[in-house]
């Protein structure tokens, strides 16, 4: 057996850019498909001050907004520098009801129920877990990731705001998360499986367990019904930020009631009830088993 002689990796740089010089040169083919370099830091130092600067009151009072107070650990707990149960204590030393981290602590039990289906069913999570509540047969999706939404250039402002964001920070915000998989699995027909492999390749917190499965969610192979939004909830959570400067405003695929879009999107399929922009990418109705 023919056995490769290994060096210690440099742990220790002066600045953050000598870092980033250091892993471009050690790995060069990691950056041929896209050279970008999130602005988020790793480490425990920097996982403790975002842990710091969690409000569990504020998080539940404004989570589905993009400029909510999102706790932006999700990287951080996905690589194991923070455990669940050290922001589970956090959240509750934090607060002076514990009903106000209820909110935040369900999340942290969502990402942990997660991780124990993925443990039960391993690279099943792979394969649609249900059939299709769309009217539509898995055969109709396509399999391959459209050219125009991976690079950001569909002409709609908010879906490609989401596509470079996704790629130069390698985060979204969970409503984002919803918006661009529903777009992509329902208006654009894509096998849920593209957007899945796709976020993986860009998420610092993409884990198959809860990517993987919220996608079957929006896709509706892990839930219910199809997860869908209409112009007026993305203006509502986004506050206006893309919709009124995006050329295809009052004509865009989100405009109409969800009915209309119901009517649009599933036409062959049964009624699906109405469903509100508060819905969760990773959070579908827990399953009795």
């Given at each position: 057996?023919?056995?490769?002689k290994n060096h210690d990796m440099r742990r220790e740089f002066p600045s953050r850019?000598?870092?980033i010089a250091y892993v471009r040169e050690q790995f060069p083919n990691a950056a041929d498909g896209d050279e970008s370099v999130s602005e988020i830091v790793g480490g425990r130092k920097a996982a403790e001050v975002a842990l710091n600067q969690v409000n569990p009151a504020q998080y539940a009072k404004s989570r589905n907004f993009l400029n909510?107070?999102?706790t932006r650990l999700s990287p951080y707990i996905r690589y194991g520098v923070?455990?669940?149960a050290e922001v589970r204590d956090f959240a509750l030393k934090n607060v002076q009801n514990p009903n106000e981290a209820e909110k935040l602590i369900q999340e942290?039990?969502?990402r942990d129920y997660w991780q124990r289906l993925y443990a039960e069913k391993g690279d099943a999570i792979w394969k649609d877990q249900e059939d299709y509540k769309t009217g539509y047969a898995a055969g109709v999706y396509q399999a391959e990731l459209p050219a125009d939404v991976e690079q950001g250039t569909t002409g709609m402002v908010c879906i490609d705001s989401f596509s470079h964001e996704l790629r130069e920070m390698g985060y979204l915000h969970n409503h984002a998360r919803m918006w661009l998989a529903a777009y992509l699995v329902h208006w654009r027909h894509v096998r849920w499986q593209a957007g899945a492999r796709w976020f993986l390749s860009h998420l610092l917190d993409g884990d198959p367990a809860s990517n993987n499965l919220s996608w079957q969610w929006v896709a509706s192979t892990f839930s219910h019904k199809p997860y869908f939004f209409n112009r007026e909830n993305l203006e509502k959570y986004t506050n206006c930020a893309y919709c009124q400067v995006c050329p295809l405003y009052?004509?865009?695929?989100?405009?109409?009631?969800y009915e209309q879009l119901e009517q649009r999107l599933f036409p062959q399929a049964e009624s699906i009830d109405k469903r509100g922009g508060s819905r969760s990418f990773e959070r579908p109705?827990?399953?009795r088993r």
């Open positions: 057996m023919n056995h490769t850019d000598e870092l909510g107070k999102v923070l455990s669940l942290l039990a969502w009052g004509k865009c695929d989100f405009e109409g009631s109705k827990k399953r």
